[in-house]
């Protein structure tokens, strides 16, 4: 269980975070989003404990944070949007080396490495870190943090910068991982990954949480189910309905916001002349959100 409390960090006079409250329950996802300077980084640095903050209290699993933040490493991982590795090892080498770090005995360090690797599809077949792909560095990466099997893990940018079919790879771990009891707090500019994969989302503007809620809540926050009507018309140059439409590349569209507002919508279109395609109800997006709220 987390719980986050009135958190504020100054940089000088600058508020990166002012006032963040949340909790979370264990085994779940909690996306962290926002636009730039919208303080992700700062809230996940404190949470890792790398940062202090300066006023506010955070608690995890009954570790306040704040005050022992060293009391937190060992059920914790943590992966940085940009991760330093030790280059001129071996996967092998480097994986084993932060076993030692976190005391674990040699064959169970071996079993956790094997382990790890079979499941992130790791093959660096001997290889040294700095001959990989971007894509297998990051699952280096990704398998140093589960090294000691924490339950709390913090990604910031898991899949920043891989190419689709890793990206995808990594974020069904990262599912998979909530799934084996584990905690994942993660920020992510890929809003569709944070759509499929979080339990809840936290955005923040300017250092506030300005929403936070599972994405039925958010929707029903920031608008709820509209109705997109797509259609075609026989001669577009002849074509005025009493209805409102877009149209952009041969394609036609209206949008009603409820189910009677769509019986009048496609009602009018079909006096007009126009043939319904298809009809598709719409939620609005985490994207869609952002714009909203602004910078």
Known sequence: MITARSLVKHYGDFPALDGVTFDLDDARILGVIGHNGAGKTTLLKIMAGLISPT???????????????LDLKRNLGYLPEESRLYETMTTDAYLAFFGEIYDLPKAAI????????????LDADGKKIGELSKGMKRKVAIARSLMHDPGLLIYDEPTSGLDPMTSRSVLDYVKGLRDRGKTVI???HNLFQVEEACDLVLILRRGKVVANGTMPELRETFGSLTYQVFFRVPDPAAFAPAVDY???????LAEARSVEELNRTTAALAADGATIERIESHYPTLEEM???IGR
């Open 246 to 252: 877009a149209a952009s590349d041969g394609r036609y």
């Open 55 to 69: 006023a506010g209290s955070l608690v995890v699993d009954g570790v306040d944070v704040v005050r022992r933040p």
């Open 110 to 121: 071996r079993e956790r490495r094997d382990e790890l690797l079979d499941s992130l599809a």
């Open 186 to 188: 993660f920020s992510a």
């Open 290 to 292: 952002l714009l909203k």
